[in-house]
């Protein structure tokens, strides 16, 4: 199924970027109460219990997503996608960084290589070489060919010590389905043995 373009309304609480951090220092959207409001709170916590923290994340489809775990070294970084807002979920970009958090070290023109577990066939659009090329928006995304259990990843050039990563569904703001809500970040060394560093349950900011 091709893309949906969903009718887009302001939020007046939720902040220009969407950090799902859960390190030192970042900013975490909390829902509150049965009114939905959102509240934005500098922390200083750790995820000891996922459930109870990423439970509440708001992921926004139109800005990027931050995900930050304690460093450690890595050639191979997958994202691994449970579940989406709506059908198969879709990434306009997918990013790395390290400790120094200045350059995306899963950009192209850098030598690292995209991979997935699939990819919706039928769409030129959607491919996996846009996972990393650079370029936001709809038409240059990737979109998993199942709705859960799918995963992008991106091989470094060279192993190194990555901190984040980062994704967005569609930074041009013409889609806001299909956002990831339900994933985990793995590192590898080899590409074959993987150790999760973070996991996040959230939901679609609603915009």
């Not at 050039?157 to 339900?182: C, G, L, M």
Request: charged share 20%.
């Amino acid at each position: 199924m091709e893309d949906r373009k969903i009718p887009r309304r302001n939020s007046s609480f939720c902040p220009p970027y969407s950090c799902l951090s859960l390190g030192v220092s970042n900013l975490l959207i909390l829902k509150l109460g049965s009114n939905g409001c959102c509240l934005v709170a500098a922390a200083i916590i750790s995820c000891f219990t996922t459930a109870a923290f990423c439970a509440e994340l708001v992921i926004r489809p139109d800005l990027p997503n931050s995900v930050t775990f304690a460093a450690q070294q890595a050639k191979f970084v997958r994202f691994v996608i449970h579940a989406s807002s709506a059908s198969e979920p879709c990434i306009d970009e997918l990013e790395v960084y390290d400790a120094d958090e200045t350059l995306n070290l899963a950009a192209q023109d850098r030598g690292s290589i995209a991979t997935a577990s699939s990819c919706l066939a039928g769409y030129t659009r959607h491919a996996i070489e846009h996972l990393n090329d650079g370029r936001y928006g709809n038409d240059f995304s990737w979109i998993a060919a199942g709705s859960s259990a799918e995963w992008a990843q991106v091989e470094l050039p060279e192993t190194v010590a990555v901190s984040k990563v980062v994704f967005s569904r569609d930074r041009k703001r013409q889609y806001a389905d299909r956002v990831p809500i339900e994933f985990e970040v793995q590192l590898s060394i080899d590409g074959k043995s993987w150790k999760t560093v973070q996991r996040v349950v959230g939901k679609a900011a609603d915009i």
